[in-house]
């Protein structure tokens, strides 16, 4: 989706509702205790989200907005919310004191961004996060499902933590100006149980091999060998793509 979609707004008062309820219900549900949203723009999700946590951080860059939006946390029913003046994209998480698996996050932002944040938040923090609550392009579902065909490098990531669930198709005319894309709601959620594998050997795994994508894992591994060392491919899956595999065919890879 191309750049010009920061102008996108959701306008949909249904669609908005729909996502504060949802927010209310992850959150209850999973007993956390804080809530993040991250770059409210006209903060319409905001208003309706606000009052959900006792503990309310947003992160927002541009400071054109601080007194609007100051005005708009200030209607917070008690305790009060936190504004980080601040790129998301630049912040250094640690500086949180939260404990992150009692931590939601809610956004609504342009797509372009969307995998730069969630490669961020999971390299820093390994998707450490209770849940997430997000729009992303309909294209960019389809890669991230658990069955997706074509399984792509955020597919690893966010699949190795959380169940990744769809919520909603959103139409393009619940946007001002529509997009030329549908849209839909997802839903992360933390899984009982994990791969048999480590989060960090699986991230050394993609950076080696992502960047080769139509080629075999037969072959990546041969390119690489002599510079990177490598991993040990199986012979059942050395003509297969990264994308083609499953996760106990990936599992297979780490024990060999």
Same mark, same amino acid.
């Given at each position: 989706?191309?750049?010009?979609?920061?102008?996108?707004?959701?306008?949909?008062?249904?669609?908005?509702?729909?996502?504060?309820?949802?927010?209310?219900?992850?959150?209850? &549900?999973?007993?956390?205790?804080?809530?993040?949203?991250?770059?409210?723009? !006209?903060? @319409?999700?905001?208003?309706? /989200? #606000? =009052?959900?946590?006792?503990?309310?951080?947003?992160?927002?860059?541009?400071?054109?907005?601080?007194?609007?939006?100051?005005?708009?946390?200030?209607?917070?029913?008690?305790?009060?919310?936190?504004?980080?003046?601040?790129?998301?994209?630049?912040?250094?998480?640690?500086?949180?004191?939260?404990?992150?698996?009692?931590?939601?996050?809610?956004?609504?932002?342009?797509?372009?961004?969307?995998?730069?944040?969630?490669?961020?938040?999971?390299?820093?923090?390994?998707?450490?996060?209770?849940?997430?609550?997000?729009?992303? &392009?309909?294209?960019?579902?389809?890669?991230?499902?658990?069955?997706?065909? !074509?399984? @792509?490098?955020?597919?690893? /990531? #966010? =699949?190795?933590?959380?169940?990744?669930?769809?919520?909603?198709?959103?139409?393009?005319?619940?946007?001002?100006?529509?997009?030329?894309?549908?849209?839909?709601?997802?839903?992360?959620?933390?899984?009982?149980?994990?791969?048999?594998?480590?989060?960090?050997?699986?991230?050394?795994?993609?950076?080696?091999?992502?960047?080769?994508?139509?080629?075999?894992?037969?072959?990546?591994?041969?390119?690489?060998?002599?510079?990177?060392?490598?991993?040990?491919?199986?012979?059942?899956?050395?003509?297969?793509?990264?994308?083609?595999?499953?996760?106990?065919?990936?599992?297979?890879?780490?024990?060999?």
């Amino acid at each position: 989706m191309s750049t010009y979609l920061w102008q996108n707004f959701l306008t949909d008062s249904t669609i908005r509702h729909r996502i504060a309820d949802k927010a209310k219900d992850f959150y209850n &549900q999973n007993n956390c205790e804080n809530l993040i949203e991250i770059w409210p723009w !006209k903060w @319409s999700i905001t208003k309706l /989200i #606000l =009052n959900i946590s006792p503990n309310f951080t947003l992160f927002e860059k541009d400071e054109t907005l601080k007194e609007i939006l100051e005005e708009v946390v200030a209607k917070k029913e008690s305790w009060s919310a936190k504004i980080i003046w601040w790129d998301v994209l630049e912040w250094d998480l640690s500086q949180f004191e939260w404990e992150k698996n009692q931590t939601f996050v809610v956004w609504n932002l342009p797509y372009y961004i969307t995998s730069p944040i969630l490669r961020k938040f999971f390299w820093d923090w390994k998707g450490e996060f209770a849940g997430w609550l997000f729009m992303v &392009q309909d294209e960019v579902w389809q890669k991230l499902r658990f069955d997706a065909g !074509k399984k @792509s490098y955020l597919y690893w /990531i #966010l =699949n190795y933590t959380y169940e990744v669930q769809y919520l909603k198709t959103v139409p393009a005319k619940a946007f001002s100006p529509a997009p030329k894309v549908k849209s839909c709601l997802i839903w992360l959620s933390k899984k009982d149980k994990l791969p048999n594998i480590e989060f960090d050997e699986l991230i050394r795994f993609l950076d080696l091999f992502s960047p080769y994508s139509r080629k075999t894992l037969g072959k990546i591994s041969k390119m690489i060998s002599k510079k990177w060392g490598s991993f040990v491919i199986p012979e059942n899956l050395s003509n297969k793509r990264l994308e083609e595999l499953n996760w106990v065919q990936l599992e297979e890879i780490f024990i060999a």
